[in-house]
């Protein structure tokens, strides 16, 4: 088993993620780790909580960054894409599970320390919690096995402006800080998740095994596609973008990469843009082909469980 430190910013396709992660026995889930991003920090570990409740799982989740490397507290949400609860206006109260007390920095400094190059941390928020783990202790550099991001637009458009990626434009002065990191990093980004897609007939399947958590999934994910249909009429269901991230983890054979010096624009109108150049030297693995449909059947066999 592959050990995973799951960082997240829980709202909906986090929570698939989360799923098809804690449902695949290659993986080992020692912790989940929690940011600004998607949602505020606190509703971020709070959603987390809610997913695994509905799994009936009991991994460790530590609350993580409440704001930017350097810039504040972030200002927007997209709430029209995940809901005013981050998962797509499921929730029913507060769920009953509670967060570890250790914070997400020092719990991530911690595993890597004890484990050192075993862990790969799989990242699909702002890189915020990566980039203060590195500052506070810059030895983890040489210790990480892999680091796993789902972020930027390297080859194609951006998903917030023309330039920009949700994840790196939250916080582009940490994508910036770990993309130069020499940390190895696989960069998941939306030149290859915008080629994945879960059909809006799957909802349907999901609600008709009558599992609870199935009737969970599917109503958050309802939503999120519904925002699609807005943003991407005629895609006809949503893009996986955080499962990709969990499913390289799994399988780095559903990907193609090439090697390619990436860097983060930290000013300007195209601040959050990632420029990737082609260099044999680096350590940073930009995914550039994906095979969508033997990924999105391994997605969609482990996603759900009774």
């Known amino acids: 088993m592959k050990p995973i430190i799951f960082d997240v910013d829980t709202g909906i396709d986090d929570a698939l993620a989360m799923a098809y992660a804690l449902h695949s026995p290659e993986l080992e889930v020692l912790g989940f780790t929690t940011c600004f991003g998607n949602v505020a920090v606190e509703d971020a570990t709070r959603n987390t909580l809610a997913v695994l409740e509905q799994l009936n799982q009991h991994i460790p989740v530590y609350s993580g960054a409440n704001q930017t490397l350097k810039r504040g507290e972030k200002k927007k949400y997209p709430k029209h894409v ?22 997400a920095v020092d719990f991530i400094i911690n595993q890597v320390k004890s484990r050192p190059q075993e862990i790969t941390v799989i990242a699909v928020g702002p890189l915020t919690n990566i980039a203060l783990a590195i500052k506070k202790s810059p030895e983890i550099m040489s210790l990480v ?11 194609v458009p951006g998903n917030v402006n023309p330039f920009a990626e949700a994840n790196i434009i939250s916080d582009p002065d940490a994508a910036d800080l770990v993309l130069s990191s020499k940390l190895p990093v696989t960069l998941v980004g939306l030149d290859v998740t915008m080629q994945t897609c879960l059909p809006k007939s799957k909802l349907d399947d999901w609600r008709a095994t009558g599992i609870e958590s199935a009737q969970f999934f599917a109503k958050m994910t309802d939503h999120y596609m519904k925002a699609y249909d807005s943003s991407h009429p005629g895609l006809g269901g949503c893009a996986l973008h955080d499962p990709l991230a969990v499913g390289v983890a799994i399988d780095s054979g559903f990907v193609s990469t090439e090697l390619m010096d990436v860097k983060v624009v930290t000013e300007g109108e195209e601040t959050g843009r990632t420029i990737g150049e082609p260099d044999r030297k680096s350590s940073i693995r930009v995914c550039t082909e994906v095979d969508a449909d033997r990924f999105v059947k391994h997605f969609l066999d482990r996603v759900i469980r009774s």
């Open 82 to 103: 995940h809901g005013e609860d981050g998962l797509g206006n499921t929730l029913k109260g507060q769920p009953s599970l509670q967060a570890a007390h250790e914070s």
């Open 145 to 155: 096995k892999e680091v796993i991001i789902m972020g930027g637009a390297v080859k």
